[in-house]
């Protein structure tokens, strides 16, 4: 797997599970989106833009799922997370010498868990979460925790 030289675009995504159904934040032309999984609350992604880029979508999209994964991944572990639990994405599109790639970077907020704790739930997601799965091998992936 190739690293990426140089990022042409990104697009990025914020999932938070919403417990407050009459909470709004969407203003100055982007809109809230809540996307739904089966059996699973729903997830908001907050400011969301009218007209997202292909790299938006698909962060957006991967989010979903795994911030719905993650909280799957943490009662199997027995861990209790707490209500603001969040995933970020970033997709980027980008060039090494003539050829295209994608890479994501992710930073999942954990706060008051301790960090390990973090990172294994988060390997489980990713070995669970559809979209993981389908890019595993294929894309440069990071990933960021922050426990704070």
């Not at 997830?43 to 969301?48: G, K």
């Not at 994964?69 to 997709?91: E, M, N």
């Not at 294994?120 to 960021?144: D, F, M, W």
Request: glycine share 8%.
């Amino acid at each position: 797997m190739e690293k990426i030289e140089k990022v042409l675009a990104s697009g990025n995504s914020h999932a938070t599970v919403n417990r407050d159904p009459s909470l709004q934040r969407g203003q100055f032309g982007v809109f809230d989106l809540k996307l739904t999984a089966p059996g699973v609350e729903s997830l908001e992604f907050i400011a969301t833009e009218p007209h997202p880029t292909a790299e938006k979508l698909f962060a957006g999209a991967w989010s979903a799922c795994y911030t719905t994964v993650f909280g799957i991944a943490a009662s199997l572990k027995k861990v209790k997370l707490p209500s603001d639990y969040s995933v970020d994405i970033q997709i980027n599109v980008g060039q090494t010498g003539p050829a295209w790639f994608l890479g994501a970077e992710f930073t999942i907020r954990v706060p008051g868990l301790d960090k390990e704790v973090v990172e294994q739930i988060a390997h489980l997601t990713h070995t669970i979460c559809p979209y993981s799965k389908s890019v595993r091998g294929n894309i440069e992936i990071g990933t960021n925790i922050v426990t704070a």
